[in-house]
């Protein structure tokens, strides 16, 4: 496996109904939002772990995410694919519960069949409460990765700690990506996710990622992929059907573990708000963020080389392939 380590630095003092018991207690956590959700949520899971050193950590995600907390050793990961691994772990009783979901349900509004049973449960505001339950509003002018830090708040948490965090890489899932695309080349490469899940609105035009890409091979050498889910081939075709040079069309064929080697062998990642853009901010890739109707203050991207773009007006139509070039160029020459 390989690593890229990070640092985050907070300050908590523990507070005494938290402190050990002469046994082991158990905390869990669930995540079971998106990809750009989860990569948000990691340096609050990474100080959870350091600052909880006396429990047992189970972290919940969606089915095909565990390659992306391969770093916090601590937590025992559990994918939502998984039935009866999701039903011992929410048959157990555990001290602490949080609950990192940001819509209006609580875990006992989907699980099924077990009994969820708990000392603490913190979450974000939902129209009804639980028992023993902290509610932590949820605000549009504080970033996402704060706000999960946030939640330690809520716990009475103060003092000073210094939480480590890595990316690792499986070892296989890099020998995949190899097999897909070249990563030794000493060209720079360039990788664009024009995809935005269902929500079109969060999509810069095909037409204008493609007019990029022709003024960036024009103005140096480079080497263009473009990276996505299943689901968002039409997007990638579009694209590649206007270049007048080669383009490596991965849209459909990258498992999480092997998207994150390309994006760490990545020169400069172009997206829509999604996934693959916070997922490049986090493991350090040159990232640029191109923002329509979405929160840029909320959904920032992690990572010092992490740039973000907003529309005028919200409308990613306004939002010229010039603009983008200007800030891409920048960003790759740095």
Known sequence: MSKVGNSLKMTFDPCNDLKPRGRDKSLLVVHCEGLGDNVLAIPFLSLL???????????????????IFLGLERFQVIETGEPSALTAVFSQYHDLIFDLGTGTEHIIDWIRGVELQYGHYVGFDKPESLPRESQVP?????PMWKQFIGMLAAMGQRGEIQA???????????????????????????????????????????????ELLRRLNAAQTCRFALLGKTGEEGLAEAIAAELPCAVDNLVGLTPLGALMHIVQHTSLLIANDNGVMHLAGWMGTPTLGLFGCTNPVLWHPLGAKSVVLQAARGDLLQLRPAQVLEVALSLLNA
Do not use: N
């Open 49 to 67: 772990a350091a600052t909880l050193p006396d429990h047992r950590c189970h972290l919940v995600v969606g089915t095909g995410r565990r390659d």
């Open 138 to 142: 949820l605000r549009a002018d504080i």
């Open 164 to 210: 480590e965090y890595a990316v690792v890489v499986r070892e296989a899932s890099g020998q995949y990506a190899q097999l897909l695309i070249d990563l030794e080349s000493p060209v720079p490469l360039i990788c664009c996710a024009p995809g935005s899940g269902k929500d079109k609105r969060k999509r810069w035009p095909p037409e204008h990622f493609a």
